[in-house]
């Protein structure tokens, strides 16, 4: 009679919203206790985990899975990103996400100019808004802060938003 004992076969998948992202084992042959290492310093025993990062980027998640017979690692880059904006109920402006990366939205009631400045003053982008949702390409801009004036026939409204 041959027994044979099989390492697990570490495996996960992951659901991400802004911050927080979800980890799902999916690791085969039985494994009786799980590692994760988030990629960011922290780390999980718990099977399934969920885990909260504290500012955008791509982070390397390992999973280490073991059981009696022996362990298995899998590691996969995940992106987490905030959307949270602005939001300035008075002047039903939404601004988001921020921090931008590739695309700043604009939701508005009315038309109105805007021109986002940078923090020497200079002038860099200036675009005609209408009502509703507006998108301003911003993946060619450089990181850093920025000033966006919108500006309509009745009010000039100023605001600060990060380009990472």
């Known amino acids: 009679?041959?027994?044979?004992?099989?390492?697990?076969?570490?495996a996960f998948s992951d659901s991400t919203n802004n911050l927080t992202v979800s980890f799902t084992d999916l690791s085969t042959q039985a494994p009786s206790s799980w590692f994760w290492?988030?990629?960011?310093?922290n780390t999980s025993t718990q099977q399934d985990p969920s885990h909260t990062?504290?500012?955008?980027?791509?982070?390397?998640?390992?999973?280490?899975?073991t059981n009696t017979c022996g362990s298995d690692s899998s590691c996969s880059n995940v992106t987490v990103s905030s959307t949270v904006g602005i939001a300035?109920?008075?002047?039903?402006?939404?601004?988001?996400?921020?921090?931008?990366?590739?695309?700043?939205?604009?939701?508005l009631k009315g038309e109105?100019?805007?021109?986002?400045?940078?923090t020497d003053g200079k002038l860099v982008r200036s675009v005609m808004l209408v009502s509703g949702l507006n998108t301003i390409e911003t993946a060619e801009m450089e990181n850093g802060i920025y000033v966006?004036?919108?500006e309509s026939t009745d009010s000039v409204m100023t605001y600060q938003f990060v380009k990472e």
């Open 1 to 10: 009679v041959t027994v044979s004992c099989l390492a697990p076969n570490a």
């Open 37 to 41: 290492d988030f990629g960011d310093g």
């Open 53 to 65: 990062y504290a500012a955008n980027g791509t982070y390397t998640v390992c999973l280490i899975a």
């Open 88 to 107: 300035d109920i008075e002047n039903n402006v939404q601004i988001y996400p921020n921090p931008v990366q590739e695309v700043l939205n604009i939701d």
């Open 112 to 118: 109105a100019v805007a021109r986002i400045y940078s």
């Open 148 to 150: 966006l004036k919108i």
